[in-house]
């Protein structure tokens, strides 16, 4: 029966009913610690956080398995107490916990540092060795995702992004949704480029525009620039004209002036010549 109760709630896609038939198991066999687990487990999936933190203690108790020590933090953090968590984190019986359960124990601190406000202690928190030990393993996928969710928290979208892919390409048994989560950067990524585009497109014309209107600008200006040079040759075009017509006028007053005088040394000439003629009845 408690067998049956077991299968039934691993198998239960209702987290609620699935709690119920853990609950009943524990009924039937209270001392023991896979009885305890499951229970402890099934409330946890439930949201139960205080009955998953008793059930859990049971479990540690009865096992002496440090690996529910994640799993206990993170209930006292559900329940606000941020304080309990982190003695939980950095508590001497962390040390003794095996690799996987260290690095659980940082995705959980990473999650307290997170709801302290402190974005960049959340992203410190995770980088261990495990992160960047140049090999990419299914166990580590939980820690790249927990990495890329905190860089994305303080802005690094573009780090996030290459993590959150990691965290997918790890993934093999599909604990997270690490491939959902890059596809929506990758959505973000080229919306913004579009929003470049059309800015980079709109400067453009404003530009052109600008352009344009210099172009226009310049064009009025030697027009009128034209203008005013045509308008001082016909003005320096006038005064030459009038100038040669002085000029022609001066040489005509002088050339008649000369024909007067001409006239006049000529009349001189003839009454001079008949003054000396002799009147030969004389």
Same mark, same amino acid.
């Given at each position: 029966?408690?067998?049956?109760?077991?299968?039934?709630?691993?198998?239960?896609?209702?987290?609620?009913?699935?709690?119920? &038939?853990?609950?009943?198991?524990?009924?039937?066999?209270?001392?023991?610690?896979?009885?305890?687990?499951?229970?402890?487990?099934?409330?946890? *999936?439930?949201?139960?956080?205080?009955?998953?933190?008793?059930?859990?203690?049971?479990?540690?108790?009865?096992?002496?398995?440090?690996? &529910?020590?994640?799993?206990?933090?993170?209930?006292?953090? $559900?329940?606000?107490?941020?304080?309990?968590?982190?003695?939980?984190?950095?508590?001497?019986?962390?040390?003794?916990?095996?690799? *996987?359960?260290?690095?659980?124990?940082?995705?959980?601190?990473?999650?307290?540092?997170?709801? *302290?406000?402190?974005?960049?202690?959340?992203?410190? $928190?995770?980088?261990?060795?495990?992160?960047?030990?140049?090999?990419?393993?299914?166990?580590?996928?939980?820690?790249?995702?927990?990495?890329?969710?905190?860089?994305?928290?303080?802005?690094?979208?573009?780090?996030?992004?290459?993590?959150?892919?990691?965290?997918?390409?790890? #993934?093999?048994?599909?604990?997270?949704?690490?491939?959902?989560?890059?596809?929506?950067?990758?959505?973000?990524?080229?919306?913004?480029?579009?929003?470049?585009?059309?800015?980079?497109?709109?400067?453009? #014309?404003?530009?052109?525009?600008?352009?344009?209107?210099?172009?226009?600008?310049?064009?009025?200006?030697?027009?009128?620039?034209?203008?005013?040079?045509?308008?001082?040759?016909?003005?320096?075009?006038?005064?030459? #004209?009038?100038?040669?017509?002085?000029?022609?006028?001066?040489?005509?007053?002088?050339?008649?002036?000369?024909?007067?005088?001409?006239?006049?040394?000529?009349?001189? #000439?003839?009454?001079?010549?008949?003054?000396?003629?002799?009147?030969?009845?004389?």
């Amino acid at each position: 029966m408690v067998a049956r109760l077991l299968v039934a709630t691993s198998v239960t896609d209702d987290p609620e009913l699935a709690f119920k &038939y853990a609950k009943k198991a524990r009924g039937l066999a209270a001392r023991v610690g896979v009885v305890r687990e499951t229970c402890a487990i099934a409330a946890y *999936q439930a949201g139960d956080w205080s009955a998953a933190l008793a059930e859990f203690r049971a479990a540690r108790r009865l096992t002496g398995r440090s690996s &529910y020590l994640p799993l206990m933090a993170d209930c006292e953090r $559900a329940l606000g107490r941020l304080d309990r968590a982190l003695d939980l984190v950095t508590g001497e019986d962390s040390k003794s916990a095996d690799q *996987q359960t260290r690095i659980e124990l940082r995705i959980v601190e990473s999650g307290i540092r997170r709801d *302290q406000g402190l974005l960049d202690a959340a992203v410190v $928190a995770l980088q261990i060795p495990e992160l960047n030990d140049g090999r990419m393993k299914p166990a580590y996928a939980r820690l790249y995702y927990a990495y890329a969710d905190a860089l994305l928290q303080t802005g690094r979208e573009e780090e996030a992004r290459d993590w959150f892919g990691r965290a997918a390409s790890a #993934d093999v048994d599909g604990e997270t949704d690490a491939a959902e989560r890059c596809d929506e950067l990758d959505d973000i990524s080229m919306d913004d480029l579009e929003l470049d585009e059309d800015f980079g497109a709109d400067e453009g #014309d404003e530009s052109a525009d600008g352009d344009e209107d210099a172009d226009a600008e310049a064009e009025a200006d030697d027009d009128e620039l034209d203008s005013d040079e045509d308008a001082d040759d016909a003005d320096a075009d006038g005064h030459e #004209d009038a100038d040669d017509d002085d000029l022609d006028e001066d040489v005509l007053n002088d050339d008649d002036e000369l024909d007067s005088e001409d006239d006049e040394v000529a009349e001189d #000439d003839r009454g001079a010549s008949d003054a000396d003629e002799v009147d030969p009845r004389s």
